[in-house]
């Protein structure tokens, strides 16, 4: 991601300083501020309220966080506790899991007093990682854009929802990453920016980031969506994932269904860009089996912005006393997904293109009892 001129990550650390820090994407788009997390307390904080957010990031986050703690306290007792404690901060996104896991599975043969400097070097591997990650899922998705754009003048009209971009990661980002190439590539290409409520994560940080790279873009609401597909004026859309189980099911941001039923209804493909890290493979159904988070009814009925004078403010928009539902996240049926973008290439959504790209993790989780192929 560029940010006045300059790559930007969103989350490192400074051995200088000896700080991990990150963007406090709480702040955007009115105030960019990059803030310290001294703590695990200030780890499942800033995952909690979404200060990062994004599937891989909350997940590097975690790693981070357990490293923090490492440094507190490197005993298995603060090891299992701290990990309890990141994974409940956020239950949908299984790259939270997932990189818990596997700092746990790191650390625990070693003797305590390796563990905190062990911690924070596979928290950095974890980040180049998905930088890597990332970038491959823009190359696999490019050709798409390069394929509209050799037959019609005039931009490739992208349709996103939320923000699934580089703030959602290190870098790239999922569903921006065939669009950041792609432009980075020269070729002619708008995107459609949903505006993504209740929290505004597509007006807020996708366009803030796209602005900041110099891709042109709209914003619409999120209703807007199907009316343009209607009309013609959407030849793609590319969402990412916080959970694809093995069966191809996709869970992201509340909205995404809708956009994919419009999509099918108007012979829009629509791709999913899921890093392999987003797949749970343990789980087969994704409706009955992912866990939906319930958030605070205050962010529905609440929103920031900046008023008149520049400053940021808050204001109620539902009328007082009504009861207020939050689902963070829906469930859209691998029937309606064209295919998954991953780092290995492009494949349907379904147990049987999934297996055929990750056969490895397919095994892997088929021998230890998960959903499998």
Not at 12 to 19: L, M, Q, S
Not at 137 to 154: F, M, N, S, T, Y
Request: proline share 5%.
């Amino acid at each position: 991601m560029n940010y006045q001129g300059k790559r930007q990550e969103t989350i490192g650390y400074d051995a200088d300083r000896d700080r991990v820090w990150i963007i406090d994407q709480t702040r955007l788009p009115g105030e960019f501020v990059l803030c310290d997390l001294p703590d695990l307390t200030a780890a499942v904080r800033a995952i909690a309220d979404m200060q990062v957010r994004g599937a891989p990031l909350i997940g590097a986050t975690a790693a981070f966080g357990l490293a923090l703690e490492m440094r507190r306290d490197p005993s298995d007792a603060a090891l299992a506790a701290g990990a309890e404690r990141l994974t409940g901060a956020r239950p949908t996104a299984v790259n939270l899991a997932w990189a818990v896991a596997r700092v746990v599975q790191h650390l625990t043969p070693l003797p305590p007093a390796e563990r905190a400097a062990a911690a924070l070097s596979l928290s950095q591997e974890i980040c180049r990682e998905d930088e890597s990650l990332c970038s491959a899922i823009g190359d696999h998705g490019l050709p798409l854009i390069q394929a509209i754009a050799e037959k019609r003048d005039g931009p490739v009209n992208v349709l996103t929802h939320c923000n699934a971009g580089a703030l959602a990661t290190l870098d790239w980002g999922t569903a921006t990453a065939p669009i950041y190439k792609a432009f980075d590539a020269g070729i002619d290409v708008h995107v459609w920016v949903d505006e993504t409520r209740p929290r505004n994560q597509g007006g807020a940080l996708t366009a803030w980031e796209l602005g900041a790279h110099g891709v042109p873009h709209t914003v619409i609401v999120d209703n807007a969506g199907g009316h343009l597909m209607q009309h013609g004026l959407v030849d793609l859309c590319l969402v990412g994932t916080d959970r694809t189980v093995a069966s191809g099911d996709v869970c992201n941001k509340i909205g995404t269904y809708l956009k994919a039923l419009a999509a099918q209804d108007n012979n829009v493909p629509f791709y999913v860009c899921a890093p392999s890290p987003s797949i749970d493979w343990d789980l087969s159904d994704g409706l009955s089996d992912i866990p939906i988070e319930q958030r605070d009814g205050a962010e529905v009925s609440w929103v920031q912005g900046v008023d008149r004078q520049g400053q940021t403010s808050e204001v109620n928009v539902v009328a007082a006393g009504s009861a207020v539902r939050n689902d963070a996240f829906d469930v859209t049926p691998a029937r309606l997904v064209t295919g998954l973008i991953t780092e290995r290439g492009i494949c349907s959504a379904s147990s049987e293109g999934l297996a055929g790209l990750f056969p490895d993790l397919a095994r892997k989780a088929a021998a230890v009892g998960g959903a499998g192929p």
